[in-house]
């Protein structure tokens, strides 16, 4: 093993819970914040044999890991392997100009802040505490402490949204001049208090998520950015590096509550229970997690579905016993891939069916 080269950090802490949230998420706790870092450095020192001796990502998720207290923040930044990119997700909110500088000062090389929307009706809907002056606030605050890669994250389909609110969205992104946009549709899980309370503007907008995304790759395309991957886009090639890793079916390791690992053909996922994997990481021990063993079958599936994902072409070799040949030839003839023999890759119009066509594509 050549050894890991991609690691996630997961800080759960949040200062509130947004309804259609389903990461694994802690509310206040600061005093824990502290002991919570600890755990996740010596979680590091029990792992730290799977990983390369230099790293080639560093990503910091949450929760909000801007909400981390400042000193356990500063501790696990200076404590963590150097990388490439290092990135750190950022409500608008928690950003002020204390806090990029200590960004900067850690090794963060990236932040991805979480815009969502521009629209006051719309971050109360999904319950977002940062106001549209808070995002470009955050935003100028870190452009101006020195960071030349920022990413900003949006939604759509939201309860309420129309087209015009959507457009207004993008118009105020691109005023920004961001280096990274991330696209996503608004995914509520069933039984949530979001589906309880938004359900049937949920089913109405379900009927225009075809429409908004063909409008954000046609404004952001248009806008010189490049369409890299399903819900991302990017100038200049900065693409996320780590999410890449991911998409290209490399190894990474996660540290922290409810984070997931994949490594030489096992994936396990940590508990997402706070006080179990304090206890264990108090005694010296690996925190309780659920193992699953990775056949070639699930892994080749795996690749072609996160494969396609991208605007690159996937190689065939590794991935070609999962693809239904009678489907790819059909699916040519349709205009919605390209099959050169030795890679294959979705056209434009395949690119906005995606997951149907890459459905259709497994055998």
Known sequence: MSGVRHLYVHLPFCASRCGYCDFVTVLGRED???????????????????????LETVFLGGGTPTLTEPAALARLLGSLPPAAEVTVEANPETVTPELAQALLAGGVTRVSLGAQSFQPE???????????????????????????????????????????????????????DPDHLSCYELEAKPGTR?????GEELERQAEAMEDYFERVV??????GY???????????DKRSRHNLGYWLGHDY???????????????????????AYLAALGRGELPPRELEALDDEVR???????????????ALRGVSEAIDVGA??????????????ATLALTRRGRFLGGAVTAELMA
């Open 218 to 223: 046609e404004r952001l395309t248009g806008a």
């Open 122 to 176: 719309l971050l109360a809907v999904l319950e977002r505490r940062a106001t549209p002056d808070d995002v470009t606030r955050a935003f100028h605050t870190l452009r101006e402490s020195g960071f030349d890669n920022l990413s900003l994250d949006l939604i759509y389909g939201l309860p309420g949204q129309s087209p015009s609110d959507l457009e207004a969205d993008l118009d105020s992104a691109l005023a920004l």
């Open 300 to 314: 080749r599936r795996e690749r072609l579905m996160l494969g396609l994902r991208l605007d690159e072409p996937l």
């Open 32 to 54: 824990e914040h502290g002991p919570y870092v600890a755990a996740l450095l010596a979680e590091l020192e029990l792992q730290c044999m799977v990983l390369a001796p230099r």
């Open 253 to 275: 390791l996660g540290l922290g509550v409810g984070a997931v690992s994949t490594v030489d053909g096992t994936r396990w996922r940590t508990t997402p229970r706070l006080a």
């Open 226 to 236: 490049r369409w890299y991957e399903t819900a991302n886009f990017c100038r200049d």
């Open 194 to 198: 979001f589906t309880h309370a938004h």
């Open 328 to 341: 790819l030839e059909r699916l040519e003839r349709l205009g919605l891939t390209v099959n050169d023999g």
